[in-house]
């Protein structure tokens, strides 16, 4: 949208159109890279004129986008929808504050921001109160819990909004656990013992642990659902929208139950990938995991079956039939599989998904194609991408445990030579991948596991977080002023991520993040410094300076 007639600009969209076409020759590269550079300088210094837009029909989109993205996962007794009239209590600091976005490069700068206790009013149902309940950050409010409780005895039903906080989820730090705060679940559990109609609403980002699940009648998940996230979460409360999003991960019962639980966080220097393709359903799948919920799941406020199923070289067709009493979204899915098949594989992959709409009574045939990855693997003997032949199981169904269709259908292989050996991989043809020790690791990644302990010594791919282990007092004091700002920002229960990102960069990340200042010369002598060589290092990074800078300068004339 942005009016610029610039001959620079013209040149990047020819550049990009050709990028695109597959017209290019690999000797234009560096050409190439300078048109786009003039682009990107002409554009810099023009002034940059933005058509308006209409922003009410941007927040309806953005509505419409939080309300097909929410997922219902539990409707007991079909508590959900609401009906007109009931009388409410909206519980939860998500409700007052939403957590809308995630942060760091996700986050945006929305036009208005809805939040669940101004919107709910604007609905049919009669709301009798509204509280916080308990603290963002974690800490204990008895003060708070109370007005709940007094709450949500008066009502007939309780909407419930909790989740993930801004420092249970971030980029720049990894999770130590999957639960929500405590004090949220404790207030929960003081809610079920005076008002048994609890609807959880979860505002979070990944998956997380429920085994408070029970105290709610019904949950609905809305993720982070972005600015018009509340609204969208009031129109499926109350029936005004039917959900139809669906899980894209598993909801394990417990943290243990992950299959990288063995291996994660890392030992010192080594990250041990041990579960090898068995991440997420083709782990608790082949495995046989018992799961919270699984993937590809989420319930609809009416119902729907299959039927008819045909499968050809190039696809799958099918009946689906709504058999409810209201139109409603059905999200159909494709999987393969090759029961005992000659190399490790999960028992199900899906291969395909499709959204469609049926008004009540309606039926509606689908098809789903096959596509050039439905039936390939990656052959690490042959290095190249083959397909392993066989009599292969088509199963198509509404998430992954629920298969409602299945057929076969036989196809020809590509593979001569078969990159593993059964009896040496015991683990991963089983998918039994908690057990794998580290000489069946070691033949399947076909090395040795590299020595991860700490030498005395840090290198350019060491964090600079680990500037812990570092010989120069200078550098061991940089990182406990590192550790002392990041813990001040988890103190206020918002991470800050400026710091989280430069807290776990390596040391050649300084080069690529640095715009130019900081050369992979600098960075060698940076890390000499870190290691007890000051003066030698020094050395080096000013060397590096002088003809970084000198390099940059002819640079920047070049292209001017």
């Known amino acids: 949208d942005l009016e610029m007639p610039s001959p620079g600009l013209d040149s990047a969209r020819e550049l990009a159109a050709a990028v695109l076409e597959g017209r290019l020759a690999e000797d234009d590269l560096d050409s190439c890279v300078d048109r786009l550079l003039e682009a990107v ?42 009906k007109a009239g009931t009388k409410v209590a909206v519980i939860g600091d998500f409700a007052v504050e939403p957590r809308y976005q995630g942060a760091g490069s996700s986050m945006v700068n929305p036009i208005q921001v809805e939040t669940m206790e101004r919107v709910i009013g604007d609905s049919q149902l009669s709301v009798v109160g509204i509280s916080r309940g308990y603290e963002r950050n974690g800490d204990p409010d008895d003060i708070l819990k109370k007005e709940a409780v007094d709450l949500a005895e008066n009502a007939e039903v309780v909407i419930y909004c909790l989740g993930l906080n801004e420092l249970g989820e971030a980029e720049g730090l990894d999770r130590s656990h999957m639960r ?9 559990e003081t809610l079920a013992k005076v008002n048994e109609n609890i609807v ?25 659902s972005g600015q018009a996230g509340a609204s969208a979460m009031v129109d499926i409360l109350t029936g005004e929208v039917n959900p139809s999003g669906r899980l894209s991960e598993t909801y394990p019962i417990k943290y243990e139950d992950t299959p990288s639980f063995r291996n994660f966080p890392s030992t010192e220097r080594n990250a041990e990938y041990r579960e090898g393709i068995y991440v997420g359903y083709r782990y608790y799948d082949t495995s046989m995991v018992r799961v919270q919920y699984p993937f590809g799941f989420g319930l ?24 409810g009493d209201c139109g409603g979204a ?42 050039d990855k439905t039936f390939r693997y990656w052959n690490c003997r042959t290095n190249k991408w083959e397909t392993e032949g066989g009599n292969y199981l088509i199963m198509v169904g509404a998430c992954v445990a629920d298969i409602r269709l299945s057929g076969r259908l036989e196809r020809k292989g590509t593979t001569g030579e078969l990159p593993y050996d ?29 020595d991860g302990k700490w030498s005395g010594e840090l290198g350019i791919n060491d964090a600079i977080c680990q500037m812990y282990y570092a010989k120069s007092r200078l550098a061991r ?11 001040k920002s988890e103190d206020k229960g918002k991470p800050d991520l400026n710091i989280l990102f430069i807290y776990n960069m390596p040391f050649r990340g300084i080069a690529k993040m640095t715009g ?14 870190v290691n007890g060589h000051f003066f030698t290092g020094l050395k080096v990074v000013i060397a590096g300076y002088i003809r970084n800078s000198t390099a940059n300068k002819r640079e920047e004339a070049r292209l001017r």
Request: aromatic share 10%.
């Open 516 to 529: 130019g200042m900081v050369s992979m010369e600098m960075v060698n002598g940076i890390v000499e410094m």
């Open 300 to 323: 609809s406020y009416t119902e729907f079956s299959y039927s008819d199923l045909q499968v050809d070289e190039d696809g799958v067709t099918f009946t689906v039939a709504n058999d």
């Open 477 to 487: 004091l940089a990182y406990r002023c590192l550790t002392k700002r990041k813990k």
């Open 41 to 82: 300088l002409t554009v810099k210094g023009e002034r940059k004129t933005f058509r308006t837009f209409d922003q009410e029909t941007h927040h309806l989109l953005a509505r419409r986008a939080a309300a097909e993205s929410a997922v219902l996962l539990k409707n007991q007794e079909k508590l959900l929808p609401l």
């Open 422 to 450: 059964r009896e040496q991989l015991p683990s991963y043809y089983s998918g039994l991948i908690q057990q794998v020790g580290e000489r069946e690791f070691e033949t399947l990644l076909g090395h040795p596991v590299p």
């Open 200 to 224: 959880g609403v979860i505002s979070a980002g990944a998956s997380i642990e429920m085994p408070w699940e029970r105290n709610c009648r019904a949950i609905l998940h809305g993720y982070l």
């Open 330 to 371: 059905e999200v159909t899915q494709l999987y393969i599989g090759l029961p005992e098949a000659a190399i490790f594989r999960p028992y199900k992959e899906l291969k395909g998904f499709k959204k469609v709409f049926l008004k009540a009574g309606e039926r509606k045939k689908v098809r789903i194609p096959f596509d």
């Open 180 to 188: 929500i705060p405590q004090n949220q679940i404790d207030l929960l």
